[in-house]
């Protein structure tokens, strides 16, 4: 299934065909993780120390930028999270982590992947770093895979660099900021739950 959104940014476009056709399978969930400090809304998240507001939304995915990037087809920055139902339990969202790998690679170049393992407090997490060269910019993703409720969930924090210097920019900016946002990304407790997302509107 492709994307209707048009102005749906690269990185999209390859994981949600991977979110919604995973097979479900009969085994029990997961523990669920320790319930985050959340708003009531997902409306308005926020992340690394500034402000992301819902711009756009269907019924597996929302996409958030911060104030004055409201084009969706000249943003900079961008927060996307793509729920999975299908993937309920630690060995799910496994092959989850592993299906959205191999759609970066053959899109782009992986920087870095990383696992933080299952706790008696938390299932397992993963991370996926990569860059996506797009018609006139490059986009860098720092993609969190994690069950939240019970769900698979994908957390991403994305940022493009445009121009005929895109390739030198990015890395300039990944050389000065990589470290720091994978640990925000990672240290993120307010991604919203399927159901705060289910309630945001769906676009037209």
């Known amino acids: 299934m492709s994307i209707v959104h048009p102005l749906s940014r690269l990185a999209l476009s390859l994981l949600v065909p991977i979110a919604l056709a995973m097979p479900a399978q009969a085994k029990q969930p997961a523990t669920r993780a320790p319930a985050a400090a959340q708003t009531q809304s997902a409306a308005s998240l926020n992340f690394n120390g500034a402000r992301y507001l819902h711009r756009w939304s269907d019924s597996t995915q929302a996409e958030f930028t911060p104030a004055g990037q409201e084009d969706l087809s000249k943003w900079q920055d961008m927060i996307t999270v793509v729920t999975n139902a299908s993937a309920r339990d630690g060995e799910q969202l496994a092959g989850l982590a592993e299906a959205v790998l191999a759609r970066y690679k053959q899109a782009g170049k992986i920087i870095k992947t ?91």
């Open 114 to 204: 990383d696992s933080k393992p299952r706790t008696p407090q938390s299932p397992a997490e993963h991370l996926i770093v990569a860059v996506l060269p797009g018609k006139g910019f490059v986009e860098t993703v720092f993609a969190r895979i994690k069950l939240i409720d019970d769900t698979g969930t994908i957390a991403i924090y994305a940022h493009r660099v445009y121009g005929e210097n895109a390739a030198n920019d990015f890395g300039a900016w990944l050389t000065a900021n990589g470290e720091a946002t994978e640990r925000a990304v990672m240290a993120w407790d307010g991604i919203p739950t399927p159901a705060q997302l289910s309630a945001l509107p769906r676009s037209k």
